[in-house]
């Protein structure tokens, strides 16, 4: 064979193998053209109430809200509100009665021969002390009293050193001096007889009300 023979021959085997190949993909195309229209006209063709087209719309919608989830910095904080506890009610009438109560130790006793007040006793003076502080239109009236025993101008004496004490305490815890008035009463006002003398040692307390003089009263 001549060498023109060959390089003909060659071309042409070489075309038939081209136009194979050219055939393998326009069938290839056609086959994934054809594909695709049976799907569609599968999906046409069941109807939009059936079970497999409800899956279908369903899949899609999951698919579709995968995306819309939002993540956690994204999300709205929740507000709580918690109610505030209502102020504990304090009874006015308790205040009241607490504001004008008097202390109702009455009566202080002393030792024989005795003047001093009773460091017991203080706790209780204070008490009269806080209250006429809180009530300046009181006064206080401070008895002083002792046994039958000794000379009649001894215990006059006595006595009224005896309310002269209770009222210094009174007046050394801030009391007002014009809201005191002592008297000595002496022996004249026992209370049981001789055999319980212990309690005519006394000064006795007695409030009233402080009488203030207007224009009307002359």
Do not use: W
């Amino acid at each position: 064979m001549n060498r023109k023979a060959l390089i003909s021959a060659m071309g042409v085997t070489l075309s038939a193998f081209v136009a194979i190949g050219c055939n393998g993909v326009r069938q290839s195309h056609s086959m994934s053209d054809e594909s695709l229209l049976a799907e569609q006209f599968a999906m046409e063709s069941v109807p939009s109430d059936s079970p497999a087209a409800e899956a279908t719309v369903e899949q899609n919608s999951i698919e579709t809200n995968e995306t819309d989830v939002p993540v956690e910095g994204d999300m709205t904080p929740m507000v709580v509100e918690i109610a505030e506890a209502a102020p504990e009610q304090i009874s006015t009438v308790d205040v009241a009665q607490e504001e004008t109560a008097q202390p109702d130790e009455l009566q202080f006793y002393f030792a024989s021969n005795q003047t001093d007040v009773k460091q017991a006793d203080y706790e209780k003076l204070i008490a009269h002390a806080e209250y006429l502080i809180k009530h300046p239109d009181m006064k206080l009236k401070l008895s002083g009293h002792t046994d039958q025993s000794g000379s009649r101008e001894y215990n006059q004496q006595l006595a009224e050193q005896r309310a002269q004490s209770v009222a210094a305490v009174l007046i050394e815890y801030g009391v007002q001096p014009a809201q005191i008035v002592t008297e000595s009463l002496g022996e004249d006002y026992p209370t049981t007889g001789y055999e319980h003398a212990i309690y005519d040692r006394r000064v006795e307390l007695e409030y009233s009300a402080i009488t203030r003089l207007t224009e009307s009263s002359f």
